[in-house]
């Protein structure tokens, strides 16, 4: 049987919550978790990929806020998703950039470099910020 000490958490290390009069310090610290995935749907995220994106690479580097979840236009049904979107650049109007879990999670800062540099070239008068002290845009 597992103790106390031994439980599974949601919470990152050292940041669970302490036990407060009647649970009320975790009550607030789920609401607030809670409110914050809330928001991020809102902002149309539909995975957890999605979501690391838009914590760790838009907002955290000041990126514009980016169209999730569109279709091309262009394509036959049943093309996956690189084919879908090689025939949008190809044959369409519409310009997707695919990222996956490298991208996202290990290199957000290299990768919000890219966004910058790309949405730079295409007109965004923006810059991209530093996202904390040891940030590495390459």
């Known amino acids: 049987m597992?103790?106390?000490?031994?439980?599974?958490?949601?919470w990152p290390a050292g940041r669970e919550p302490t036990p407060r009069g009647a649970g009320e310090q975790a009550a607030d610290e789920r609401r607030d978790f809670l409110e914050r995935v809330l928001f991020d749907v809102r902002d149309g995220t539909c995975s957890v990929l999605e979501h690391c994106y838009l914590r760790d690479v838009e907002r955290a580097h000041g990126l514009p806020a980016s169209v999730r979840q569109t279709p091309t236009g262009v394509?036959?049904?049943?093309?996956?998703?690189?084919?879908?979107?090689?025939?949008?650049?190809?044959?369409?109007?519409?310009?997707?950039?695919r990222l996956g879990w490298g991208q996202t999670v290990d290199r957000p800062c290299r990768t919000a470099a890219g966004i910058g540099a790309i949405l730079a070239a295409r007109g965004w008068p923006g810059t991209v910020v530093r996202c904390s002290a040891d940030c590495r845009l390459e």
């Open 2 to 10: 597992r103790g106390p000490s031994t439980r599974y958490s949601m």
């Open 75 to 97: 394509g036959r049904r049943g093309f996956r998703d690189l084919e879908r979107d090689l025939d949008a650049i190809a044959y369409g109007r519409k310009r997707t950039i």
